[in-house]
């Protein structure tokens, strides 16, 4: 297996200055956090053992990682920065996101990748679809091996140049994207500037693209905002978990206090639709007594409405996301 270059991945995103949307308080920015971490690091070897970090031995440095981890390095290289939060925030994150964005790693754990930009097509228990990789389950390593060659081949080879420019407005002149067929238009409804409109949603997320579409169903007049450019998925992506990065509210905003609140990916998806545009097809539902978790498990609020009820929102937000897959989350 290739070797997953991830300190070269670290290193172009520090080089490129892509920010996470957040920073902890306590520490200096990504760039010279990373330079002083390391220089620190350097240097608490040396008063340790006399030598640089790259030629001790893997247990020793292994040792000095979890004296990091517990935030016990303090020498004065640190000029103050905490050495836990610099583990926890850039050492830990940066590195084991190198780690798991490639696909080296994804062979090692068994996953076929991401689903999107494409989704899932073959709906039914037990089909692949042609993107999938077939499982080497115990006996049928050889006959997986055969197929897997196969997959993806034919596909997305060739990088796409998008037909027009993600980044100035593209649903304009009563057309919008069509995110479903490549270079391809679908109408879409337009307002003059002076006309009353029933309801105008900011945002075009899972939250207001799902209102802004029940909204227009029922028979309103529905005009929404969004402050990211309108991709065309199957076209400016490729499946790869750094893509998504691209989609990401990464501006950089302070966060603080004990456990701060990490903002920017997986949840902050600065575009029309929102964080679903990379969505990755995880579709999770409450169990039965989070709906009532005050009064059965002593915790939370209790809903204003009951499990059966919401089963059958569940119902609809699964098949109109086409949701397919195993019941289980690994
Ligand atoms: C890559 C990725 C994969 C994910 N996969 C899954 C998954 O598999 N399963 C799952 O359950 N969840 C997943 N999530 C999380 C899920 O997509 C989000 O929790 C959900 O989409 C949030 O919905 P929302 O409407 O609150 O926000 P968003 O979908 O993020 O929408 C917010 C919208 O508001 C816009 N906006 C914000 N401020 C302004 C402003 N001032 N003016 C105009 N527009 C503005 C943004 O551009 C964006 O379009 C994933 C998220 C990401 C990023």
Redesign the pocket.
């Known amino acids: 297996m290739l070797p997953i270059p991830v300190a070269a991945i670290v290193d172009q995103k520090v080089h490129e200055s892509r920010l996470d949307g957040f920073r902890d308080a306590q520490l200096p920015s990504m760039g010279e956090a990373w330079r002083r971490g390391l220089a620190a690091l350097d240097q608490e070897t040396r008063s340790k053992h006399g030598r640089r970090f790259h030629e001790i031995e893997a247990s020793e440095q292994d040792d000095l990682l979890r004296a990091m981890e517990k935030g016990e390095l303090t020498h004065s290289t640190w000029q103050g920065m905490p050495s836990k939060i610099f583990f926890k925030q850039r050492v830990a994150d940066d590195i084991v996101r190198a780690y798991y964005m490639h696909p080296t790693a994804w062979n090692e754990i068994g996953w076929g990748g991401p689903a999107s930009p494409r989704g899932y097509v073959r709906m039914d228990f037990d089909r692949r679809d042609p993107w999938e990789a077939a499982e080497a389950t115990p006996g049928r390593e050889v006959e997986a091996l055969r197929e897997n060659r196969r997959v993806g081949r034919g596909i997305f080879k060739e990088p796409h140049r998008p037909p027009d420019d993600p980044h100035t407005p593209r649903a304009r002149y009563g057309h919008a994207p069509d995110v479903f067929r490549p270079g391809a238009w679908t109408p879409m409804r337009e307002y003059s500037e002076n006309e009353a409109v029933d309801f105008a949603i ?7 693209g799902t209102l802004a579409c029940k909204l227009s169903e029922a028979g309103f007049s529905v005009v929404a ?4 450019s309108y991709w065309r998925p199957l076209e400016d992506f490729a499946s790869d978990e750094e893509e ?1 990065s691209k ?2 509210w990464t501006d950089e905003r302070i966060v603080d206090g004990e456990n701060p609140l990490q903002l920017g ?12 545009v ?7 539902r409450f169990r039965p007594e989070w709906f009532k978790s005050r009064t059965l498990l002593g915790y939370g609020a209790d809903w204003p409405l009951d499990w059966r009820e919401m089963w059958s929102y569940y119902d609809e937000a699964e098949q109109a996301l086409k949701i397919a897959g195993p019941v289980n989350y690994p």
């Open positions: 900011v945002g075009t997320g899972a939250g207001g905002f969004d402050a990211g998504q989609l990401y990916a997986n949840n902050s998806g600065k575009s029309v639709g929102g964080s679903t990379h969505f990755a097809m995880v579709s999770l």
